[in-house]
Protein backbone atom coordinates (compact mmCIF):
# COMPACT_ATOMS: atom_id res chain seq x y z
CA UNK A 1 0.00 0.00 0.00
CA UNK A 2 1.68 3.22 -0.50
CA UNK A 3 0.80 6.63 0.92
CA UNK A 4 -2.23 8.41 -0.52
CA UNK A 5 -2.08 11.77 -2.15
CA UNK A 6 -3.56 13.39 0.60
CA UNK A 7 -1.65 12.05 3.03
CA UNK A 8 1.35 12.87 1.19
CA UNK A 9 0.44 16.77 0.60
CA UNK A 10 0.20 16.95 4.05
CA UNK A 11 3.82 15.31 5.07
CA UNK A 12 5.45 17.58 2.17
CA UNK A 13 3.81 20.41 4.08
CA UNK A 14 5.07 18.95 7.73
CA UNK A 15 8.60 18.95 5.97
CA UNK A 16 8.47 22.58 4.93
CA UNK A 17 7.23 23.63 8.59
CA UNK A 18 9.78 21.64 10.32
CA UNK A 19 12.48 22.98 8.40
CA UNK A 20 12.86 26.17 11.14
CA UNK A 21 14.63 26.54 14.62
CA UNK A 22 11.32 25.26 16.13
CA UNK A 23 10.83 22.22 13.90
CA UNK A 24 14.95 21.13 14.30
CA UNK A 25 14.26 18.39 16.34
CA UNK A 26 11.34 16.95 13.96
CA UNK A 27 12.84 17.53 10.92
CA UNK A 28 15.24 14.39 10.74
CA UNK A 29 12.75 12.02 11.57
CA UNK A 30 11.12 12.56 8.38
CA UNK A 31 13.45 10.70 6.57
CA UNK A 32 14.13 7.39 6.40
CA UNK A 33 17.27 6.15 8.11
CA UNK A 34 19.30 6.09 4.53
CA UNK A 35 17.91 8.94 3.36
CA UNK A 36 20.34 11.17 0.98
CA UNK A 37 19.39 15.26 0.60
CA UNK A 38 20.93 16.22 -2.67
CA UNK A 39 21.41 19.63 -2.54
CA UNK A 40 21.67 20.48 -6.26
CA UNK A 41 22.44 23.72 -6.15
CA UNK A 42 25.15 24.16 -3.57
CA UNK A 43 26.92 20.65 -4.64
CA UNK A 44 26.35 19.21 -1.53
CA UNK A 45 24.86 15.85 -0.54
CA UNK A 46 23.79 14.35 2.74
CA UNK A 47 23.63 10.72 3.65
CA UNK A 48 21.57 9.83 6.62
CA UNK A 49 19.43 11.12 9.59
CA UNK A 50 22.51 12.79 11.70
CA UNK A 51 23.87 14.33 8.07
CA UNK A 52 20.58 15.70 7.05
CA UNK A 53 19.85 16.91 10.77
CA UNK A 54 23.93 18.97 10.67
CA UNK A 55 22.77 20.06 7.01
CA UNK A 56 19.82 21.54 8.73
CA UNK A 57 21.13 22.82 11.80
CA UNK A 58 24.13 24.72 9.45
CA UNK A 59 21.49 26.86 7.64
CA UNK A 60 19.13 27.41 10.78
CA UNK A 61 22.00 28.88 12.44
CA UNK A 62 23.00 31.05 9.89
CA UNK A 63 19.36 32.05 9.12
CA UNK A 64 17.15 31.26 12.51
CA UNK A 65 14.26 33.13 11.25
CA UNK A 66 14.16 31.10 8.34
CA UNK A 67 10.91 29.71 6.50
CA UNK A 68 9.79 28.10 3.65
CA UNK A 69 6.25 28.64 1.73
CA UNK A 70 5.13 25.97 -0.45
CA UNK A 71 3.73 27.61 -3.58
CA UNK A 72 2.46 24.30 -4.93
CA UNK A 73 2.61 20.57 -4.64
CA UNK A 74 2.15 17.90 -7.18
CA UNK A 75 1.88 14.21 -5.83
CA UNK A 76 2.61 11.16 -7.86
CA UNK A 77 2.27 7.55 -6.70
CA UNK A 78 6.21 7.64 -4.85
CA UNK A 79 7.00 10.97 -4.93
CA UNK A 80 5.55 14.96 -4.55
CA UNK A 81 7.80 18.37 -6.41
CA UNK A 82 7.16 20.89 -4.29
CA UNK A 83 7.68 24.69 -5.69
CA UNK A 84 8.62 26.69 -2.50
CA UNK A 85 10.29 29.94 -1.22
CA UNK A 86 12.45 30.67 0.85
CA UNK A 87 12.91 33.53 2.97
CA UNK A 88 14.76 35.01 5.80
CA UNK A 89 17.98 36.86 7.28
CA UNK A 90 20.98 36.21 7.21
CA UNK A 91 22.86 35.90 10.52
CA UNK A 92 25.32 33.66 11.09
CA UNK A 93 28.50 32.04 8.70
CA UNK A 94 27.53 28.84 6.16
CA UNK A 95 29.59 26.79 4.63
CA UNK A 96 28.66 27.74 0.84
CA UNK A 97 28.86 31.90 1.84
CA UNK A 98 31.71 33.87 0.59
CA UNK A 99 33.50 36.24 2.68
CA UNK A 100 31.63 39.31 1.61
CA UNK A 101 28.71 38.03 3.03
CA UNK A 102 26.66 40.57 5.31
CA UNK A 103 25.15 39.60 8.14
CA UNK A 104 21.88 41.23 8.43
CA UNK A 105 20.86 40.71 4.73
CA UNK A 106 17.61 39.60 3.42
CA UNK A 107 16.51 36.83 0.90
CA UNK A 108 13.99 35.59 -1.27
CA UNK A 109 14.84 32.61 -2.94
CA UNK A 110 12.64 30.17 -5.10
CA UNK A 111 13.23 26.73 -5.42
CA UNK A 112 11.64 22.85 -6.29
CA UNK A 113 12.25 19.88 -4.08
CA UNK A 114 11.63 16.49 -5.37
CA UNK A 115 10.78 14.13 -2.46
CA UNK A 116 10.48 10.16 -2.62
CA UNK A 117 8.35 8.77 -0.15
CA UNK A 118 8.16 5.20 1.49
CA UNK A 119 5.13 3.44 1.64
CA UNK A 120 5.17 4.82 5.37
CA UNK A 121 5.11 8.15 4.61
CA UNK A 122 9.05 9.01 5.25
CA UNK A 123 11.43 10.74 2.84
CA UNK A 124 13.23 8.29 1.35
CA UNK A 125 15.74 11.08 -1.50
CA UNK A 126 15.36 14.82 -1.74
CA UNK A 127 16.42 16.55 -4.60
CA UNK A 128 16.52 20.68 -4.28
CA UNK A 129 17.17 22.93 -6.99
CA UNK A 130 17.54 26.67 -6.24
CA UNK A 131 18.77 29.62 -7.14
CA UNK A 132 21.98 29.91 -5.76
CA UNK A 133 23.60 33.08 -8.00
CA UNK A 134 20.46 35.21 -6.75
CA UNK A 135 20.60 34.51 -3.91
CA UNK A 136 24.17 35.53 -3.34
CA UNK A 137 22.98 38.40 -5.01
CA UNK A 138 21.07 39.36 -2.19
CA UNK A 139 23.46 38.78 0.86
CA UNK A 140 26.46 39.69 -0.56
CA UNK A 141 28.12 43.54 -0.56
CA UNK A 142 28.23 44.54 -3.97
CA UNK A 143 31.69 44.90 -5.32
CA UNK A 144 33.34 48.43 -6.31
CA UNK A 145 34.71 48.81 -10.02
CA UNK A 146 38.16 49.73 -9.36
CA UNK A 147 38.16 54.08 -9.78
CA UNK A 148 42.13 54.61 -9.54
CA UNK A 149 43.52 55.46 -12.99
CA UNK A 150 39.61 56.31 -14.41
CA UNK A 151 39.15 59.41 -15.60
CA UNK A 152 35.95 61.07 -16.08
Not at 15 to 36: H, N, Q, R
Request: proline share 7%; hydrophobic share 40%; with cysteine.
Amino acid sequence: MTISPSDMTARVQEWADSFSPDGLDKFPGLYTEDAVVEDRSAKRTHRGRAEIRAWAEDYLDAVPGASIELRRVQVAPEHAVAQWVWSGTLSGRLALLPPSAVSGASFTVEGVSILNFTEDGLISREESYWNLADFLQQICAPTQAPTEGVRP
